[in-house]
C-alpha cells in the first residue's frame, strides 16, 4: 500500500472514472487484478493481520482518499499521504474495538463509477 500511495495511482481512478466507455478487455483486465486483491486479502485475514470486519473493497477507496490529498508542493503531499497512511493502516488492522459502522462499497457500485456520465 506504501508503493501504491507513493505512485499516487489511485490519483487515475479519480480523474478517468466516468469519462470514457470502458472496453470489454478493460473490464477482464479490471475483473483479473479483483481477483488477484481478494487472493491477497484474503490471505492477509488468514494471518489475522486484518480486522475482521474489513472488506476488499474497503481499500481501493482508503487509497483514493489519500491520493486526493494534495498540499504544498509534490514532497510534501506525499510526506502527508505517507503519514495518513500510516493511520489508515492503524485502522485496518487486526485488534479490538468497535465494529465499523454501515457496509462496505459493493463492486456493482465501484464499476458503475467508470460509466461515462
Avoid: C, H, K
Wanted: proline share 9%; glycine share 6%; charged share 30%.
Amino acid at each position: 500500500m506504501r508503493a501504491a500511495v507513493d505512485a499516487d495511482a489511485s490519483s487515475l481512478t479519480q480523474r478517468l472514472a466516468g469519462t470514457f466507455e470502458p472496453t470489454e478487455a478493460l473490464y477482464a483486465a479490471a475483473a483479473r487484478a479483483g481477483e488477484l486483491n481478494e487472493q491477497l486479502f484474503a490471505r492477509t485475514r488468514a494471518a489475522g493481520a486484518i480486522r475482521p470486519d474489513v472488506e476488499v473493497n474497503d481499500v481501493g477507496p482508503v487509497l483514493e482518499q489519500l491520493a486526493s490529498f494534495r498540499l504544498g508542493d509534490p514532497e510534501r503531499s506525499r510526506a502527508l499521504r505517507r503519514r495518513y497512511l500510516e493511520l489508515a493502516l492503524d485502522g485496518l488492522r487486526a485488534q479490538p474495538g468497535d465494529p465499523l459502522p454501515g457496509d462496505p462499497p459493493t463492486s456493482a457500485e465501484l464499476t458503475e463509477r467508470w460509466r461515462p456520465r
